[in-house]
T-cell receptor, first 114, second 115 residues
Framework: GDSVTQMEGPVTLSEEAFLTINCTYTATGYPSLFWYVQYPGEGLQLLLK?????DKGSNKGFEATYRKETTSFHLEKGSVQVSDSAVYFCALSDQNTGFQKLVFGTGTRLLVSP | DAMVIQNPRYQVTQFGKPVTLSCSQT?????MYWYQQKSSQAPKLLFHYYDKDFNNEADTPDNFQSRRPNTSFCFLDIRSPGLGDAAMYLC??????????????FGDGTRLSIL
């Protein structure tokens, strides 16, 4: 079945450091790929998405590129802030399932210190 | 702002005492989902509704039921909560099935504690 693998956390960075959170996927069809962010005590918010190979999703300084050849969708940000501390989930949605079933990775906690 | 609203944010119930969690949406989306998220884990889909059609995940326990009286509201009923059901419950919506490039919109969740 479809699956998503994320790097284990927590990822601990100082403010203004460069961020990479790795995400790879396995899917039988042609999935859409998403990054969701979850702040403490809150639900999930869509951070960015990409729907086909070579698409780049971007939002709030974060970006990720859909790489079909490496089945990856790594999240990057050039300069993190304390307010970026949260849990980040990579997810896919396969077009062949007939409805939008999200398959999530296990999440990566990011801690940014001043 | 159009949104997904879950009530209450925190719910405490006793072991074995039925509990209902509610979700409402102003997005007019056809599909509503319920997820269970345990501490430090990814959300796990329990079931979803497409309009009035109910779709249960194969591994969702019978203890969990759902109702959708109209487009805007959806309820999660836990008939006899056990200690293992303590979790965050997330409601989400999406416009329609078969459009996997459309993101789901999540509420802030209800954190359920079992005494």
């Amino acid at each position: 079945g479809d699956s998503v693998t994320q790097m284990e956390g927590p990822v601990t960075l100082s403010e203004e450091a460069f961020l990479t959170i790795n995400c790879t996927y396995t899917a039988t069809g042609y999935p859409s790929l998403f990054w969701y962010v979850q702040y403490p005590g809150e639900g999930l918010q869509l951070l960015l998405k990409a729907t086909k190979a070579d698409d780049k999703g971007s939002n709030k300084g974060f970006e990720a590129t859909y790489r079909k050849e490496t089945t990856s969708f790594h999240l990057e940000k050039g300069s993190v802030q304390v307010s970026d501390s949260a849990v980040y989930f990579c997810a896919l949605s396969d077009q062949n399932t007939g409805f939008q079933k999200l398959v999530f990775g296990t999440g990566t906690r990011l801690l940014v210190s001043p | 702002d159009a949104m997904v609203i879950q009530n209450p944010r925190y719910q405490v119930t006793q072991f074995g005492k039925p509990v209902t969690l509610s979700c409402s949406q102003t997005l007019n989306h056809n599909v509503m989902y319920w997820y269970q998220q345990k501490s430090s884990q990814a959300p796990k889909l329990l079931f979803h509704y497409y309009d009035k059609d109910f779709n249960n995940e194969a591994d969702t326990p019978d203890n969990f039921q759902s109702r959708r009286p109209n487009t805007s509201f959806c309820f999660l009923d836990i008939r006899s909560p056990g200690l293992g059901d303590a979790a965050m419950y997330l409601c989400a919506t999406s416009p329609e099935p078969g459009r996997s490039n459309q993101p789901q919109h999540f509420g802030d969740g209800t954190r359920l504690s079992i005494l």
